[in-house]
């Protein structure tokens, strides 16, 4: 038996040594057959290949849409050409940066070429792919883009610019003609710009669509290099933003497919792209293939100029994440512009950005020289030089300061290291709106500082073509309206600029002083990158030992069961020498950050920065007096708020009698932060992002103490420090911390910019902290169906004593014949904080006229929209400020209505006449006090029903379901 079993053993090892030695010998033969033929072998199928994680009810939530602000395009104020809707010329037709048309006569990306090694991500069939029924989302709501995203058998074809959407499920978007029109460009509201890119139609239809040639494993995304894209602006925030934004998240692993085929553009960001995709980009144009793919996106996610949002970025992309992949495309080697060593001869760089043509430095070599002469080490930076893009790139990163009359080279910020500073030269023309949105803006999500220069009217050449009584010195406006052609050719291409040496001197001795140690001292660590470091790696976090304490909430009774004793230590503390770091070049806040060994002394309002090290930041006086308040430029409200002092001391330090183990953060509870309003943008948002990073472990110090805040947020403070409150002002003992930050760090109004957040906190990030702390539902506002009897519901935030609707009865009738459930904020409803939340996070619109109701947006779920009634009064500026760009920070879709004269019960008051009405600039002249009486504290608005009715109308549009079959 066995040796018969060993035989049979013998006879399979022998069948198997024939049948290795036959693959052996074939192996030249298949090798031969795949490399010679057209069936390349199929890559293994993607996990990750939709554009959305998945297509549920929550549909918007996995697309959320780009803001519908009043946000214009301004491609056409940074070197661009008039655009075709306001002049008789095309996107060729460029001045001085043309787009040029497109080439169509080559295929760069043809993946499916037989011989190809790389990228082969495809393979010929002559069958159909078995595909589940496909499933989509398109947005036609944003102002800058249309957007369509396609999920399960999606086919297209590029010769006849067609996608097929195969076999739709019933729980898919699908329009009811069956097909959309997309221009895959990001200037829709451009109509003449629109018009010159190519047009990609979608169909839902499965009995017409073509067999499939070529199948993908991964995902395609189709976008134009048409339009602008020679300028290097546009390049940026039509074309390489928003193709980071939509493309990012799949780390190369998707398909570039490009219409209008630009070859010197895709020549020329060919490093981005490779980064970008492991593929050779697709010309769809020229492509005859009928290419299938897993998912297909028409159009990519552009949120603003030179900017992405967070809120609406589905990966949450910030324009950190988008330079910091740009500093690894060209292998850039600064992150931090960082002060430089004046005793040891180091001088700060400055790039001076030249142009030839139009808006140069008349008199360039004087300003070279008064930059030399300051103290910079001057780099030029002329056009021929920007032909080299990876080459530049590493001398813009080398730079701490870049200087140029506004034009696209400026886009080239984009390469600056953080905390490097622009200085932009505006045009004289009243162009600073544009120059501040293209490049002033955008320069703080980057994390740059920003001066914006604007030169007088002796400063213009225009001054040599123009006299002194001419529109172009005495009426701008009036040029200006003749339309974007005239201002185009007067005041962007047809001046230079002759710089006032002795005033531009002063602008660049405040910036190099902020580019140079302030003392020998101060080492090289970068103001906005100093973080108070936690308890050192041997200690407990969160030992304190005060033995006086109140512990009045659970998380401070776990802690003391977590081993502390309760004693005080009256000892001083064996602490390492301390380091400091100060920021003070901020408009809203002064900020200081010392660790090692710091005690503070709260009745004497006095922090000690015990035994200094070298490398540590110390005033020359010793002294520095913060007000940790940011309302900064606000002199009088920085009055009332407690001046805290920072000794740089180790003689007259007090001992220690309480000692505690983590950081401590001290800010201020008094100025205008009864004001719920106030109580956001200077109080919580700064605070949260100044501590989250501690997860609870951190000593919140307040000074100005108001006992009513502590009270009314104590469930956001207990969220941030698991410690009870100190009172800075009553407090008579000693303490010393490991770390001390004087001042919360604040960014701009009811914002957060992720660039200058030390740990990149965004406002979606506060939003979902807040969502956690009052148990909040709803992340994402999502369309109702409205054959189900489902109502969109709309919040009306009411006001009593000024600002009220005056036919509040009326306005309400109407948006429920509409069609909405209306949800009555009364101000009595919101003095109950957590239950409000509730409220408001139930709602999915939001319709109040400006004030410090409106502040309940940050509880509106992403989607939700914002109605602001603006007050009579060209208030519109500070409302868009206070509520409106903010909201888009917040992924909230935004609408502005603002009164007619007619509107306002101002009309009752005063004659039609009179200044009020006819020249309320003069009443703004006359100081704040005056506006707010008048047109804040001084008016109610009656609502023009009709007009009302038609905003809501549309409103109502975008919440419910698109049809039945849209769940």
């Not at 693959?23 to 090798?31: A, E, Q």
């Not at 839902?204 to 494993?217: K, N």
């Not at 398909?255 to 085929?261: E, F, G, M, S």
């Not at 502390?564 to 230590?569: A, E, K, T, V, Y």
Request: charged content about 20%; overall charge negative.
């Amino acid at each position: 038996m066995k040796k018969a079993m060993r035989k049979e053993s013998g006879k399979k090892l022998v069948g198997r040594a024939v049948a290795r030695a036959l693959v052996w010998l074939l192996l030249p033969v298949l090798v031969f057959v795949v490399l010679y033929s057209d069936h390349m072998p199929r890559v293994l199928q993607l996990q990750a290949t939709t554009l959305y994680p998945s297509f549920n009810s929550d549909l918007v939530g996995h697309a959320p849409p780009s803001p519908a602000s009043s946000e214009q395009t301004l491609g056409e104020a940074v070197d661009a050409p008039p655009s075709p809707a306001t002049s008789d010329q095309t996107p060729g037709a460029a001045v001085d940066a043309p787009p040029s048309p497109a080439s169509r006569d080559e295929t760069p990306g043809d993946v499916i070429s037989a011989n190809k090694s790389q990228g082969d991500i495809a393979r010929r069939q002559d069958t159909d792919v078995a595909a589940p029924r496909s499933k989509s989302v398109c947005d036609f709501s944003s102002e800058r883009m249309d957007i369509c995203a396609m999920q399960g058998d999606v086919r297209m074809h590029g010769k006849s610019a067609t996608v097929y959407v195969v076999s739709a499920s019933d729980d898919s978007y699908r329009p009811e003609n069956g097909t959309v029109k997309i221009h895959p460009y990001p200037r829709k509201s451009e109509e003449g710009t629109m018009q010159a890119i190519r047009e990609v139609s979608i169909r839902w239809s499965g009995l017409d669509a073509p067999r499939c040639t070529v199948t993908h494993d991964v995902p395609a995304v189709v976008f134009s290099t048409g339009g602008f894209l020679n300028n290097f602006f546009h390049a940026m925030t039509d074309g390489l933003i928003p193709l980071f934004n939509t493309v990012r998240e799949y780390d190369g692993r998707v398909q570039l497919v490009v219409t209008d085929y630009n070859h010197k553009w895709v020549d020329k960001f060919q490093d981005i792209l490779a980064a970008l995709s492991m593929y050779p980009v697709i010309d769809f144009d020229a492509d005859n293939k009928v290419r299938c793919f897993p998912s297909v996106h028409v159009g990519t996610e552009s949120h603003k100029e030179m900017g992405i949002i967070p809120a609406f970025s589905r990966k949450g992309y910030t324009m950190t994440d988008f330079r910091n992949f740009l500093r690894s495309v060209y292998s850039l080697k600064r992150e931090w512009a960082t002060p430089v060593n004046r005793t040891a001869g180091d001088r700060p760089r400055l790039l001076m950005v030249l142009r030839r043509k139009s808006r140069a430095f008349a008199n360039e070599a004087e300003a070279v020289a008064a930059a030399t002469d300051i103290g910079f080490e001057v780099v030029l930076g002329a056009p021929e030089a920007m032909g080299d893009m990876a080459r530049f790139a590493e001398v813009v990163n080398s730079c701490d300061v870049m200087v140029g009359v506004h034009g696209a080279g400026l886009t080239n910020l984009v390469f600056l290291p953080r905390n490097a500073t622009l200085v932009q030269v505006v045009p004289w023309g009243d162009m600073s709106w544009g120059a501040n949105a293209a490049f002033g803006a955008p320069s703080a999500d980057m994390g740059l500082r920003y001066v914006q220069y604007e030169p007088t009217a002796e400063e213009t050449t225009l001054k040599y073509i123009y006299p002194r009584d001419h529109a172009v010195f005495t009426d701008i406006a009036s040029i200006h309206r003749q339309g974007y052609g005239m201002t185009w050719a007067i005041f962007l291409n047809g001046q230079n600029i002759t710089l006032d040496i002795d005033r531009y001197r002063g602008v660049l001795q405040q910036i190099y002083h902020d580019s140079v140690m302030a003392n020998p001292s101060f080492n090289s660590v970068p103001v906005v990158e100093a973080p108070p470091s936690p308890a050192s790696t041997g200690e407990t976090p969160g030992d304190i030992l005060d033995a006086n304490r109140d512990l009045q909430n659970e998380k401070g009774h776990l802690a003391m069961k977590a081993g502390l004793d309760g004693s005080s230590i009256k000892s001083d503390v064996a602490a390492p020498r301390s380091k400091s770091v100060c920021d003070f070049s901020s408009e809203r806040m002064d900020i200081c950050t010392m660790q090692g060994d710091v005690r503070m002394h709260g009745k004497s309002a006095t922090v000690y920065v015990v035994s200094a090290s070298d490398d540590s930041y110390r005033p020359e006086n010793g002294t520095v007096k913060i007000h940790p308040y940011p309302r900064k430029s606000e002199e009088g409200t920085m009055q009332a708020i407690r001046e805290v002092t920072i000794r740089w001391s180790g003689l007259d330090a007090p001992r220690c009698t309480v000692t505690h183990d983590v950081p401590a953060v001290v800010f201020s509870t008094g100025g205008f932060l009864n004001n719920f309003f106030h109580a956001m943008t200077d109080g919580l948002i700064p605070l949260f992002n100044t501590v989250r990073e501690y997860d609870g472990r951190v000593q919140l110090v307040v000074t100005d103490y108001n006992h009513k805040w502590v009270d009314k947020f104590q469930d956001i403070l207990t969220a941030l420090s698991m410690y009870p409150v100190i009172d800075f002002d009553a407090d008579d003992k000693v303490r010393c911390f490991p770390s001390v930050h004087v001042g919360t760090e604040s960014h701009k109004e009811m914002g957060i910019i992720p660039a200058l957040s030390r740990k990149g906190y965004t406002m979606t990030d506060f939003r979902n902290f807040l969502r956690s702390v009052y148990s909040l539902k709803r992340e994402w506002a999502t369309p109702v169906n409205r054959t189900a009897g489902d109502r969109p519901r709309l919040l009306m935030v009411l006001r009593r004593k000024s600002r009220a609707f005056a036919n509040e009865a009326e306005a309400i009738a109407a948006a429920t014949d509409i069609g909405f459930e209306v949800v009555l904020g009364a101000p009595e409803a919101m003095s109950d904080m957590a239950r409000f939340a509730e409220v408001v996070n139930s709602c999915d619109v939001m319709v109040g006229v400006h004030g410090a109701g409106l502040t309940n947006l940050v509880f509106l779920p992403r989607n939700a929209t914002l109605v602001q009634v603006v007050p009579w009064g060209d208030m519109s500026w500070g409302a868009n400020a206070a509520f409106g760009a903010p909201s888009a920070d917040m992924g909230l879709r935004y609408v502005q209505y603002e009164p007619t004269a007619e509107e306002t019960t101002l009309k009752y008051i005063y004659p039609r006449d009179h200044a009020v009405f006819t020249d309320i600039a003069s009443i703004h002249r006359q100081g704040y006090g005056m506006t707010w009486a008048i047109f804040l504290n001084g008016q109610n608005i009656t609502l023009d029903i009709d007009r009302y009715r038609g905003v809501l109308q549309q409103i109502y549009h975008d919440s419910v379901m698109a049809n039945p079959s849209f769940n």
